[in-house]
């Protein structure tokens, strides 16, 4: 059950394989992923999906069961966003699961319901079976990008996608 953001017909299709902890992929949450969802996800042009790829430690892993919790509230966007704007150093306590709990409440969330589904580690599976696709497809570390198949690797600039984008728009 993916995460999409946008069109579903779209012509083109972003899927970005990241790890919540990961100082690149919260610099490209705030430069790249922002720009491609404000000129091209709201726009029609392009889905984007979010894929897991929890290597850094097991706050990595909460994290990403936590998010996977969100998302069965239909909340998994904002508790994405909200896990990038409060990323502290890794493995540091930072999304250790008490904090994550204490996010959910921030986030309105029924908490009975994520505390539930995070402490019982309901999606640990899913993340792990992220975790081995991204391997598979050939992820290396975070982030990583696929356009339509095509393999980023890095937090580069939002230019580098937008002109990836913008050829496989033609």
């Known amino acids: ?18 790890d919540y902890q990961c100082p690149f992929c919260e610099r490209w949450f705030k430069d790249a ?12 042009k392009v889905k984007f999906a979010f894929r897991n790829y929890a290597f850094l430690g097991d706050e990595s892993t ?22 990038y ?4 150093p890794e493995n540091s306590g930072a999304f250790a699961k008490d904090k994550l709990e204490e996010f959910a409440k921030q986030l309105n969330l029924n908490t009975d319901k ?20 991204g391997q ?8 990583a990008t696929f356009i339509n198949g095509q393999l980023v690797v890095g937090a580069q600039p939002y230019s580098v996608f937008k002109t990836i984008i913008d050829q496989e728009l033609v």
Do not use: M
């Open 33 to 44: 992923e922002a720009n491609i969802i404000k000129d091209y996800v709201n726009t029609g």
């Open 85 to 88: 704007n409060h990323q502290g």
């Open 136 to 143: 598979k497809a050939g992820v290396q570390g975070t982030p």
């Open 62 to 83: 909460w994290a990403a069961e936590a998010a996977s919790c969100a998302n069965e509230q239909g909340k998994f966007w904002e508790y994405h966003d909200y896990l």
């Open 114 to 133: 994520f505390n539930s589904c995070l402490e019982t580690d309901k999606y640990a599976k899913a993340v792990a079976d992220d975790l081995a696709a």
């Open 1 to 18: 059950n993916l995460p999409i953001l946008g069109s579903k017909n779209a012509k083109v299709t972003v899927i970005e394989f990241a």
